[in-house]
């Protein structure tokens, strides 16, 4: 694993060091960005989730853009994952931009597409790299963008470190190989570290990646949309192309179904509703697993892990009431027709 992800690591330091165009990284102010309270919250240790979306991709030509290229976005975010760091790169290519029966705008917009995220905040410093290349149109570099986007996929904007450690090492081979064709072009990037120590600490964002000629003075962002204009309606910003791109913070995490921990759950509520002694004493134990592993669970934070637990025992103990009333009720059903069968009997031989 180690070996692994030092080879992310570094080629994520290779993503934003080569011959792009120096764009301009805008952190759009708090205060401009609606709805109030949606940016510029504090995180914190062991306290939220982080999520890394890209809102906007913006491409001013794109009809004529597409003729010759597609485009290609390769991000990566650089965390600590439980107790060690980890970098979580992803792709997103055209097939999230286009379909093949739809024709091109022309401009293109690519709306509120994840990257990452939930991921626990443990702590430490985070390293967010963001690059937009340009692919030329070949067999070849089309096949090899669609495998190297089905793998990202895959490996998913939550980032289950089984998954990334089977099948990274395809997406870094294909990502790097797309790198390697003289057709592909970087077109803008930006790589960055936010650091708790640093001056006001680390804090939720918009930032937008512009042209370094671009005017930026009255940019604004409303409900994850890019807008410029100081007037009563800002106006959407279409002056060059760009990314809006964001990280936020949650205080849980909504998707606990897919937590690996949830079968065993699962299976615990079926063995308690089955009712009797040996199945309840059954459910216990695969709970009482449940539990070990959630307390441990680099997936959640905490107060989440406790709030589960209470909200997941208090529901198998409703489980195991409903499996013994149902129980009861089978067996008194079952004892009653066997007595009405035996008076039957005994009325038609006179007993």
């Not at 205060?31 to 890394?52: F, H, M, N, Q, S």
């Not at 024709?103 to 963001?130: K, V």
């Not at 895959?154 to 190989?177: F, N, Q, R, T």
């Not at 064709?181 to 680390?202: A, I, K, W, Y």
């Amino acid at each position: 694993m180690a070996s692994f992800l030092d080879r992310i690591t570094t080629f994520v330091g290779t993503l934003a060091s080569g011959p792009t165009l120096q764009p301009k990284s805008v952190v759009i102010k708090p205060e401009r960005c609606k709805p109030d309270g949606c940016t510029g919250v504090t995180i914190a240790k062991d306290e939220c989730y982080l999520r890394l979306t890209i809102n906007e991709l913006f491409l001013a030509d794109a009809r004529r853009a597409f003729v010759e290229y597609q485009p290609m976005v390769v991000s990566a975010i650089s965390y600590i994952q439980g107790n060690e760091p980890i970098t979580v790169p992803s792709v997103v290519g055209p097939s999230l931009l286009s379909r093949p029966t739809v024709e091109l705008p022309q401009s293109l917009l690519l709306n509120d597409i994840d990257i990452a995220g939930p991921l626990p905040y443990r702590g430490g410093n985070i390293t967010i790299s963001l690059v937009l290349y340009r692919v030329r149109h070949t067999n070849y570099a089309r096949d090899l963008l669609n495998v190297v986007e089905g793998v990202s996929k895959a490996i998913g904007p939550a980032a289950d470190l089984g998954m990334l450690s089977k099948i990274s090492g395809a997406l870094l081979d294909g990502v790097e190989s797309l790198l390697g064709l003289g057709d592909t072009e970087p077109v803008m990037g930006h790589r960055f570290t936010m650091s708790p120590v640093g001056p006001g600490g680390m804090k939720s964002f918009y930032a937008a990646l512009v042209p370094s000629k671009s005017t930026t003075d009255d940019l604004s962002v409303d409900s994850g949309r890019l807008r410029i204009g100081d007037g009563a309606v800002p106006r959407p910003y279409s002056e060059s192309d760009y990314i809006l791109y964001n990280l936020s913070t949650h205080a849980r995490r909504t998707d606990v179904s897919t937590l690996p921990f949830f079968g065993m759950y699962e299976r615990a509520k079926r063995d308690a509703f089955r009712g009797g002694k040996e199945s309840w004493a059954a459910a216990k134990a695969t709970f009482s697993e449940v539990w070990q592993q959630m307390m441990t669970s680099p997936d959640l934070i905490p107060q989440q892990a406790e709030e589960l637990f209470i909200e997941w025992k208090q529901a198998l103990l409703a489980e195991k009431t409903r499996g013994d009333n149902f129980l009861a009720m089978s067996t008194t059903k079952s004892e009653t027709e066997a007595s009405a069968g035996i008076r039957r009997a005994a009325e038609l031989l006179n007993l």
